[in-house]
């Protein structure tokens, strides 16, 4: 099944402690991206990758980091998480080219105490 | 100023009715729009696209006017499954996507 995959799906932490959370797509995607979802300002792009070892920063970088090391993977950093991270969070891809459809993960929903 | 904007809603629509709303971007170069649906939080998923003049997808009808530079979206016969939140999108010539902060809609019995 053609699918994103995101890992893990709820997660509780707190403030400084690094984490990563995991994004994994079956469909041999070149494009694949990271954005935050907060009630009123809809989804928000952090970061994303054209392709392998190549990435760039989207509206919202500060605070996150990426790497895309492997086509299927594109894995999303916090090294010192804030409160203000705490957010609804999905991975996304597609094939190359902006007219091709997003498809997301399930979504991480992380709250930072 | 946002670069997508909506009526966040909710529009409540009572079952059978139809139901349209629209959805302004600012940069003109947007090149491509589309219409994604999300359930209560759950990963929006793609509805429909809309190029040049619009299209329409069953009981769903997409406009695209870039005079001024909106979309709409229709919804005719409206179901209880059709309870979602809409979200908007642009993209530019680089593909960089923009989205909506999404209308409710209530389909209500």
């Known amino acids: 099944e053609a699918q994103v995959t995101q890992n893990p799906r709820y997660l509780i932490t707190v403030t400084g402690k690094k984490l990563t959370v995991t994004c994994s797509q079956n469909m041999n995607h070149e494009y694949m991206s990271w954005y935050r979802q907060d009630p009123g300002l809809g989804l928000r792009q952090i970061y994303y990758s054209m392709n392998v070892e190549v990435t760039d920063k989207g509206d919202v970088p500060e605070g996150y980091k990426v790497s895309r090391k492997e086509k299927r993977n594109f894995p999303l950093i916090l090294e010192s998480p804030s409160p203000n991270q705490t957010s609804l969070y999905f991975c996304?891809?597609?094939?190359?080219?902006?007219?091709?459809?997003?498809?997301f993960g399930p979504g991480t929903r992380l709250t930072v105490l | 100023r946002k670069e997508v904007e909506q009526d966040p809603g909710p529009f409540n629509v009572p079952e059978g009715a139809t139901v349209a709303f629209n959805c302004t971007y600012s940069n003109s170069a947007s090149q491509s729009f589309f219409w994604y649906r999300q359930d209560c939080r759950k990963e929006p998923k793609l509805l429909m696209s809309?190029?040049?003049s619009g299209n329409e997808d069953g009981r769903f009808t997409a406009q695209l006017n870039r005079a001024s530079q909106y979309i709409s979206l229709l919804i005719r016969d409206s179901k209880l499954s059709d309870s979602a939140t809409y979200l908007c999108?642009?993209?530019?010539?680089?593909?960089?996507?923009?989205f909506g902060a999404g209308t409710q809609v209530v389909v209500t019995p």
């Open positions: 999108v642009a993209t530019d010539s680089w593909g960089k996507l923009q």
């Open positions: 996304a891809s597609s094939g190359r080219g902006y007219r091709n459809e997003q498809f």
């Open positions: 809309v190029y040049s």
